[in-house]
């Protein structure tokens, strides 16, 4: 863990968290610099599983759902077209996904 955190002050940005690549990066500069005990954070890695569970990796974002896709066009309209104030277009958002 001492070796991640020594690899993150120089290679990701302050309060940026790290992602999947990024743990990538790590284990290939570990591989490069010829340690004796190289781990190999691969999708089932205890370390890497960990890491996601606490937040401090950031998964990839999944694309949205088409229901998504569907009330954000619905939600740019209401505001665009028909000129709805933030408060009506958030009722008629939370009616259209069922919250």
């Not at 004796?36 to 089932?44: A, T």
Request: charged share 25%; with cysteine; hydrophobic share 35%.
């Amino acid at each position: 863990m001492g070796q991640l955190g020594r690899w993150m002050e120089s290679n990701v940005g302050e309060g940026e968290p790290l992602t999947l690549a990024d743990l990538d990066s790590f284990a290939e500069w570990l591989r490069c610099r010829s340690a004796h005990r190289v781990p190999r954070l691969r999708g089932n890695d205890p370390l890497r599983s960990y890491l996601v569970e606490v937040g401090a990796v950031r998964l990839p974002a999944s694309p949205p759902s088409e229901v998504e896709v569907l009330i954000d066009g619905f939600r740019r309209w209401l505001i665009n077209e028909r000129g709805l104030a933030e408060g009506t277009v958030l009722r008629y958002e939370n009616t259209a996904d069922g919250s």
